[in-house]
């Protein structure tokens, strides 16, 4: 997530340089044939350029909502995270009431609660392409480890760890069926969350619509040239490359925010938030001393 501090000049140009460099030659190229060669018929009406302009603001407006709202729907989703993972340690630490000793509970408490802090960790790295238990094998048995190899989808197999583990519990007293189903609708709002990451990282955005606004720009970056050399004359250089860059980095901020899950500076803060509940929940069984530190900055962004 970029961060309200001074981003970078040099971010801003990396997602464009070759393209300006190809707009600054074109328009050069432009001027040197009509000055240079004398072809002064290379001029077309400033309204031919206006009116695709107009069609191509309406394309860049559309698309840059709809991206935005992917993104905030991703932030709303692990907002939702965070709420539900507090709410699982608060029930599995008041409903527990084992009849053995306390020493029993807390390592029911602590097992389940560390696993849930490995699941938010795990969810967000799988939802970038990467190990889903990197850095969380500390918190399995070689047991556990040996059934979550055996699924695809690792977060889902720490939630049915969660299932059998709450299975145990009532088999042996420690919960009752009421409390049983309390929990298990916290679970079922934290698969639903998966559920929901995952339908926007599979979904596309309309290649269709993509296609249409490449060509429309590009074209739209064609034209304008020969409609401002003739008002401006050289200073259609800078002039065209300026605007064109506008319109570039407006499409790039849609492409970047569409996908708010692909190890970006421009995603959503998965790993932060993580790092959040992780502190949270560590905090609710008193692991003082082992409560990571929060997650820093990058210079301008947050992931």
Known sequence: MLLKQKIPFSYIFSKIKYEIIFISLYTTLIWF?????????LTIPLGIPTILGTVL?????????QAYD??????IIWGAIVNDSRTLARQIQCFTNTPFSSEEKDHFTERFIKRQTAWCYSLSQALRGLEP??????????KELAFLHTHD????????????????????????????VEIERTLTRLCDAM?????????????????YTHFALYFFIMLLPFSVIEYVGIIEIPLVTALASFFLLIERMAVHLQDPFENKPTDTPMTSISR????????????????PEKIKADNYYLL
């Not at 044939?33 to 002064?40: K, N, V, W």
């Not at 992917?70 to 932030?75: G, L, T």
């Not at 583990?165 to 049983?180: R, S």
């Not at 559920?195 to 296609?211: A, H, L, S, V």
């Open 33 to 41: 044939l009509r000055e240079d060669l004398g072809l002064t018929s």
């Open 57 to 65: 603001s309406l394309l860049l407006a559309f698309r840059s909502n």
């Open 70 to 75: 992917r993104w905030w729907e991703a932030r």
């Open 133 to 142: 238990l990197a850095g969380q094998e500390k918190h399995f048995s070689k």
């Open 153 to 180: 989808n690792i977060p889902n197999a720490i939630l049915s760890l969660h299932a059998k583990d709450l299975k145990l519990a009532v088999e042996e007293g420690w919960i009752n069926e009421f409390q049983q």
């Open 195 to 211: 559920g929901k990451c995952e339908r926007i990282k599979n979904t596309i955005f309309p290649m269709t619509y993509t296609m």
């Open 276 to 291: 959040t509940i992780d502190r949270n929940l560590r905090q609710m069984i008193h692991e003082t001393e082992a409560v």
